[in-house]
């Protein structure tokens, strides 16, 4: 080979070195181990839109629609900087988002490490977790947290950030994402391995935007307009952080003020006639479906490269702005250093684009409301159509070649449970359906306190919440103040199996890896009726060495699922520095199962035995019918293998259902094979065997393949 040509192969040999190092920019890792669950994209800051709506955050993670992401918009803006061509900048700034890879935003890693395998979980053969196994890259049994995502992301700056995303599922950690960004001058400004840079970065500032829509469900229920937070509001805490920061908070401290942090919550639309605050559900029974309070807390900024002791003083700024007001950092060509010097001074604490649209050290709440009824709408503040956003920056720094700034944040969810939400909000809709209705209604923290406004008694119940954040913050900062060395729950079984019957739903597990501890109590077994995304009650707690349970109490034609929890008991978890005292277990959302497990009946011995349950079937009457499944019909003692045919009344064909589970039950949920559910009428079902069926005890030849009837239903509607 000539020595040109070998030149250009080793050129071609490191573009090909080069690529392999690259994250694709559209890369996410998902973590669903807990009541919080997200997505990290490799860029290194999240925008939620999927093409279809605001995906991520989800709390609680039990029920759908409970998304409260809407975008994180990140800059880091510096001054009196020379870029990788030559160009000196007095002011130059970066924003992490999707359109700058390549530009300014050089992704280098994106992986999850788990500290054990997941768990499988089969339902009646499925293997329900199989499109979740690609969620961990690798093992790590050393590591303190369930999970951990690692980010590195090169900028066009020279200012390499790596972030660390720490994810719990002990129970009483497992609704927020402890984030460790460290800030390093590293010099790389593309993906390659060479160091582009050698200069210090002066007055490093580095900052966020976070907007959220707490949530996608309230949004539904409301005017829609909150999907992407229009009508969120902002508060702050820790103005007095630095009286507080050197004190070791314990679980009896309870709730704390003093700890930084910001967060939002679903404020009054103008669009609407009624009170707003937590989205009750107006056209239904009235729950409450927008609880969420969600935000940030800071608990750690280093003072400088060479002091790594928390800084009091920052974050430098902590407030509101609007929400889709921010300088632009262009295309960075020379012409966009006026937007540039915007940015620094926006990080920098002045709003953008005039004071009237955000406020540093601000509660916006307290600052535009009057009374937790008032029915001001957030947005109207600023008059952004975007919402409002909690504002956070860091700095200045001045970092040389090797330096690095490291910052730890907690971002956490929380709000009234489901069950307070149904309580509460049925109680408001029963007023607001009664004019004359002014209670008295219970209000919060023991009810022992009353008020005749349902509006007051329904915000106060949701405004709990608040405290409810506040505490999430207070366990995430003493977890990491204890270098994350919380009580850790036993590992939960690695295999779990439910199996339908005839008589009995069969669950099926292997041993908890952690049986051999000393702290090892057994396991717990939860199932939920109807739905998977319900109330959950725990129907046995098993002792050590036990691999299987048989649901004898289950009934026929409900759908059934179950989780499995391995618990300790509680001699690990003294202390009440982290969290209660108490048994720990392990979480459920491990073994959770997402289909359902029925007694199934055996094989039907006769066509004319057929039966349709309910017939005839009405609307008004399905609370009354199948637990959570209120358009499900039910087709008993059919041939164990055969299609079901529904036709209207004058033949049209509707829907078609291939039964070959061998048992005699099939379910119909009254809708048709375009999606559309069927109007009032008469039905007509046609059964047709589809291969012999012979009795398993006697071996008599119970049905012939092609024998067939027709069976008459009703639906009222």
């Not at 690529?19 to 973590?31: H, M, N, P, T």
């Not at 004190?247 to 003093?258: A, H, M, N, P, Y």
């Not at 947005?379 to 090797?402: E, R, S």
């Not at 520095?577 to 048994?583: L, V």
Request: glycine residues 8%; proline residues 6%; negative net charge.
């Amino acid at each position: 080979m000539k020595r040109k040509d070998i030149a250009v192969f080793l050129m071609l040999l490191g573009l090909v070195v080069v690529l392999e190092a690259q994250v694709g920019e559209s890369e996410k890792r998902y973590v669903r181990i807990g009541e919080l669950q997200s997505h990290f994209t490799a860029y290194g800051s999240e925008r939620a839109w999927n093409n279809q709506y605001y995906e991520g955050l989800i709390w609680p993670a039990d029920y759908p629609y409970q998304d409260n992401a809407v975008i994180k918009r990140a800059w880091i803006a510096v001054r009196d900087f020379t870029d990788a061509t030559g160009y000196h900048w007095d002011y130059y700034g970066i924003y992490f988002a999707k359109g700058y890879v390549q530009q300014s935003l050089f992704p280098m890693e994106l992986k999850q490490t788990a500290k054990f395998e997941m768990p499988i979980v089969y339902v009646d053969g499925n293997n329900i977790t199989l499109p979740y196994l690609g969620d961990v890259d690798e093992i790590n049994p050393e590591q303190v947290p369930d999970r951990i995502i690692t980010n590195v992301v090169n900028t066009s700056i020279g200012l390499t950030m790596t972030r660390r995303i720490l994810a719990f599922s002990q129970q009483y950690h497992d609704d927020y994402f402890i984030k460790e960004f460290i800030f390093k001058n590293t010099g790389n400004v593309d993906y390659d391995d060479e160091i582009e840079l050698i200069d210090s970065l002066r007055g490093v500032r580095i900052g966020w935007g976070v907007r959220y829509s707490v949530c996608r469900e309230g949004a539904f229920k409301s005017d829609n307009q909150q999907s992407w937070g229009k009508h969120s509001w902002v508060s702050i805490r820790g103005e007095n952080y630095a009286d507080h920061y050197g004190e070791q908070l314990t679980e009896s401290d309870g709730i704390v003020e003093w700890i930084r942090c910001g967060f939002e919550w679903m404020g009054q639309s103008e669009k609407l006639s009624y009170d707003n605050i937590g989205a009750p559900d107006i056209r239904g029974d009235g729950r409450l479906c927008a609880p969420q309070f969600a935000g940030i807390a800071i608990l750690h900024v280093d003072k400088g490269p060479h002091d790594k002791s928390d800084d009091p003083r920052q974050p430098c700024v902590l407030g509101w702005h609007a929400g889709d007001s921010y300088p632009s950092v262009g295309d960075l060509t020379p012409t966009d250093e006026p937007n540039m010097m915007r940015l620094y001074e926006f990080l920098s604490g002045v709003p953008y684009p005039n004071e009237k649209m955000g406020k540093n050290r601000s509660r916006m709440d307290e600052e535009f409301l009057t009374s937790i009824t008032d029915r001001f709408d957030p947005y109207t503040a600023h008059n952004d159509g975007g919402g409002t956003n909690v504002w956070i920056t860091y700095g200045p720094f001045d970092l040389a070649p090797g330096d690095s700034i490291v910052i730890v944040e907690a971002e956490g969810i929380n709000g009234l449970s489901r069950k307070m939400c149904q309580i509460i909000g049925r109680r408001w809709k029963q007023a607001y359906d009664d004019p004359n209705d002014k209670g008295p209604f219970p209000l919060p923290p023991d009810s022992s306190e009353t008020t005749d406004d349902k509006d007051y008694f329904k915000n106060s119940w949701v405004y709990t919440g608040r405290d409810s954040l506040l505490l999430v913050f207070s366990r995430a900062k003493r977890n990491y103040d204890s270098g994350y060395q919380m009580p850790q729950p036993p590992l939960p079984p690695p295999l779990f199996e439910v199996n339908s019957g005839g008589d009995k739903i069969t669950l099926s597990w292997s041993p908890s890896p952690s049986e051999s501890s000393q702290d090892f109590a057994g396991y717990r077994i939860y199932r939920a009726a109807g739905k998977p995304d319900t109330v959950f009650d725990m129907i046995a707690e098993l002792p050590p060495g036990t691999t299987v349970y048989e649901d004898y109490s289950a009934q026929r034609g409900i759908a059934y699922y179950y989780y499995i929890t391995a618990y300790n008991d509680g001699s690990n978890n003294t202390s009440g520095i982290t969290n209660p005292t108490g048994p720990l277990e392990s979480s459920r959302f491990y073994t959770k199962t997402t289909e359902p497990a029925y007694l199934r009946r055996k094989s039907g011995a006769s066509l004319e035995d057929i039966r349709i349950v309910p017939n005839p079937y009405n609307k008004r009457a399905r609370d009354l019918q199948y637990l959570e499944e209120p358009d499900k019909i039910m087709f008993l003692d059919i041939p164990g293998y055969c299609v079901i045919k529904i036709y209207t009344e004058r033949g049209d064909l509707i829907a078609t259902i291939n039964h070959d589970n061998g048992s005699g039950d099939e379910t119909w949920n009254c809708v048709t094979s375009s999606r559309q559910v069927v109007v009032s009428g008469i039905y007509l079902a046609y059964f047709e065997v589809t291969k012999d069926i012979e009795d398993p005890k006697t071996g008599e030849l119970l049905f012939r393949k092609g024998d067939s009837i027709i069976k008459k239903f009703i639906v009222i509607r």
